[in-house]
């Protein structure tokens, strides 16, 4: 720690960028966190995409990348990042971006984290995009972590039996309640529809399962839409297949916005297919805004977060039957849906900024 016990504890989080996904947005919501308990926070961002709030003073490497990124303008920012890092001496840092490449995080490791206090965050069951396949490579790349966070039970399971570190601590993604809706309007009027909002990304959010089980299902004829709220790689090949299932007028795609709540707070559910998550932000901010759920039971976080039949339903992943099943359960069955809409908001209450502060706390303390 700081040589002055007056001196507030600085913390530098280390991001892919603070917008466009729910990891990134949980950094973001992790400088609130940790501003909030007093800290000295400090955010550097690989990718110049900022969209989210947040608190303390930002590097934005990705606004440099975007100018150079010739091999030049790369081992410029290295060498800004490495400057960086050892000028501000930082009690901590949290790295939360995903760490695919082993060869990279080697050099960061031993020259930029070097005699630095680390903690590493795991946001995805697709672990390998965290710490390497290689049990002997991981163990020695980052035997002197001060602590992984996990942002699951499951994941914390998956890091233990794989690679038997002893430091990992679960600690879910935060939310905060009472986030403004006012300053994001739908671009279209939207009435009686079911939601889906995030990545278009078909590999690991299976949207192809979520419009075939809603074709399946009985809205469309009761003229309940679905809406598909996002940016991604893989949204002009789903509007050409709702267009090949003449589905269009029925399957709605919005542009992403910042901030989607009051998209949301008028969903009658929201709705994840995902082949596989880590702690899916989805599914607790529709919450957490009164908007029940259907979710897969994917590895990891829905079954954290969903109790079935209490807030939201939990279906078998990868079977459009029993997904749209499911669909028509919450529209046949009105007393079911509104114990699930009546539930919702306490049922994340467990997930709130002032709980998980008070996790993060007791982390820093014990390092």
Request: hydrophobic residues 40%; aromatic residues 10%; contains cysteine.
């Amino acid at each position: 720690m700081s040589d002055q016990k007056s001196a507030k504890i600085k913390i530098c989080i280390v991001t892919s960028s603070l917008g466009k996904g729910g990891a990134q947005k949980s950094s973001s919501t992790l400088s609130i966190v940790l501003d909030s308990l007093g800290y000295e926070i400090y955010i550097v961002s690989i990718l110049d995409y900022i969209d989210y709030p947040y608190k303390g003073s930002l590097l934005n490497l990705g606004a440099l990348k975007k100018e150079d990124d010739s091999f030049f303008g790369k081992l410029k920012r290295f060498y800004i990042f490495f400057n960086f890092i050892k000028t501000h001496d930082f009690d901590f840092i949290i790295d939360s971006r995903s760490r695919p490449t082993t060869f990279k995080q080697f050099l960061i490791n031993k020259l930029i984290y070097h005699n630095q206090k680390v903690i590493y965050i795991v946001h995805s069951f697709l672990i390998s995009n965290y710490l390497p396949k290689n049990k002997f490579i991981a163990r020695s790349l980052y035997k002197s972590a001060s602590k992984f966070i996990a942002v699951s039970e499951a994941i914390k399971s998956e890091i233990i039996t794989k690679y038997q570190f002893d430091n990992v601590v679960v600690i879910n993604n935060a939310f905060i309640k009472n986030q403004s809706i006012s300053n994001s309007k739908p671009t279209l009027p939207l009435v009686n529809f079911i939601l889906y909002f995030g990545r278009i990304e078909d590999s690991v959010k299976n949207l192809t399962l979520l419009i075939d089980s809603y074709q399946r299902s009985i809205l469309s004829d009761k003229n309940i839409k679905l809406v598909l709220l996002g940016e991604g790689s893989d949204k002009l090949k789903l509007e050409k297949k709702v267009e090949a299932m003449d589905m269009n007028k029925n399957i709605l795609f919005l542009p992403y916005i910042n901030n989607p709540n009051q998209v949301v707070s008028k969903a009658m559910f929201s709705v994840l297919t995902s082949r596989y998550e880590g702690f899916p932000s989805m599914l607790v901010e529709s919450l957490s805004l009164g908007v029940p759920v259907i979710s897969v039971n994917c590895q990891s976080g829905p079954s954290e977060i969903i109790t079935d039949a209490q807030n939201g339903l939990l279906v078998e992943n990868h079977n459009s039957e029993l997904i749209a099943q499911a669909m028509n359960r919450f529209i046949n069955d009105n007393e079911l849906y509104e114990y699930c809409k009546n539930n919702a908001k306490n049922s994340v209450e467990k997930f709130n900024l002032e709980h998980v502060s008070s996790n993060w706390k007791n982390v820093i303390k014990s390092n």
